[in-house]
């Protein structure tokens, strides 16, 4: 149970949460069913990879002005990415692949007025080359006047390679210095708390560290990827907290996979003193 005074503090916050519709609400297989679960559970906005082949952006549009919901941040389109789910920006050889799927997500975020698109850098077989890096920054460049020229934000995301064995980008120092070497404000670093955690911890330094370059925020407890308020290794009030203090101040994506149900564990928004939602 969280003291007065936390409570307190955190409804002063203004940090503002989206569901992860890849991650909650899979209680119903239709994907468009989930926008619908979202919005009766309390939710203004959400969050997700791209849209299933059988899912018109028509569709898609339809729902989400059904719901009134927000759509904040879709991973980029996958096309035939190599190596599973995991995009091709690093790639060699995957240049073309790439910008026809930046180009399809670019287009279906505009028809959802969705701001954010989240960049991922594919699976590498075998040890990272300078190939692969001098492809990830040459994508990441063009990327970002494609982006520009759309106002939009484009992310990336170090993601922990026991969650993704050989994820291309799964080291913060690489990701901002390959911000800085492109220097583009419609690139930005997306700084999902579990990914930081398993990488390098220390999230307070971590937090102050990364926040001028933060773009969007994601988040679920550490090992077992469950809601924030689960047993693990992250207090989030406080990591909460740190971020705002920090300047933070932009959507929270829950990219958690819900232990007991999707609506049973919304309990912490309450609890955390987030009172804007169920």
């Known amino acids: 149970m969280l003291t007065s005074h936390l409570r307190s503090r955190s409804r002063i916050m203004s940090l503002r949460f989206c569901a992860?519709?890849?991650?909650?609400?899979?209680?119903?297989?239709?994907?468009?069913?989930?926008?619908?679960?979202?919005?009766?559970?309390?939710?203004?906005?959400?969050?997700?990879?791209?849209?299933?082949?059988?899912?018109?952006?028509?569709?898609?549009?339809?729902?989400?002005?059904?719901?009134?919901?927000?759509?904040i941040l879709m991973n980029i389109a996958l096309g035939d990415a190599p190596e599973g789910q995991c995009g091709c920006a690093a790639i060699p050889g995957q240049e073309a692949n790439f910008r026809k799927n930046?180009?399809?997500?670019?287009?279906?975020?505009?028809?959802?007025?969705?701001?954010?698109?989240?960049?991922?850098?594919?699976?590498?077989?075998?040890?990272?080359?300078?190939?692969?890096?001098?492809?990830?920054?040459s994508n990441l460049k063009m990327a970002a006047t494609i982006l520009e020229k759309n106002n939009l934000l484009g992310v990336i995301e170090p993601i922990n390679q026991y969650s993704v064995p050989?994820?291309?980008?799964?080291?913060?120092?690489?990701?901002?210095?390959?911000?800085?070497?492109?220097?583009?404000?419609?690139?930005k670093l997306m700084l999902d708390i579990f990914h930081a955690q398993h990488i390098r911890g220390d999230l307070t330094n971590a937090i102050r560290s990364y926040a001028p370059h933060i773009g969007h925020v994601q988040l679920a407890q550490v090992p077992n990827r469950n809601e924030p308020d689960t047993e693990?290794?992250?207090?989030?009030?406080?990591?909460?907290?740190?971020?705002?203090?920090?300047?933070?101040?932009?959507w929270v994506g829950c990219e958690y996979k819900p232990k007991a149900g999707s609506v049973q564990g919304l309990g912490w928004l309450r609890d955390f003193g987030y009172w804007s939602q169920k």
């Open 232 to 250: 693990g290794e992250i207090n989030y009030p406080y990591v909460l907290h740190t971020l705002e203090a920090n300047g933070y101040t932009d």
């Open 166 to 187: 050989g994820y291309y980008l799964s080291c913060y120092e690489k990701a901002i210095t390959t911000l800085n070497q492109i220097n583009s404000p419609h690139l």
């Open 102 to 137: 930046l180009e399809k997500t670019v287009d279906c975020a505009k028809a959802l007025n969705c701001k954010k698109i989240h960049i991922m850098a594919g699976k590498v077989i075998g040890p990272t080359t300078a190939q692969h890096d001098a492809t990830y920054l």
């Open 20 to 71: 992860n519709l890849n991650f909650m609400f899979t209680e119903s297989g239709d994907f468009l069913e989930r926008y619908r679960l979202a919005k009766a559970a309390g939710f203004s906005a959400v969050e997700g990879a791209f849209p299933p082949d059988h899912v018109s952006v028509a569709d898609l549009v339809k729902v989400r002005e059904e719901t009134g919901l927000e759509q």
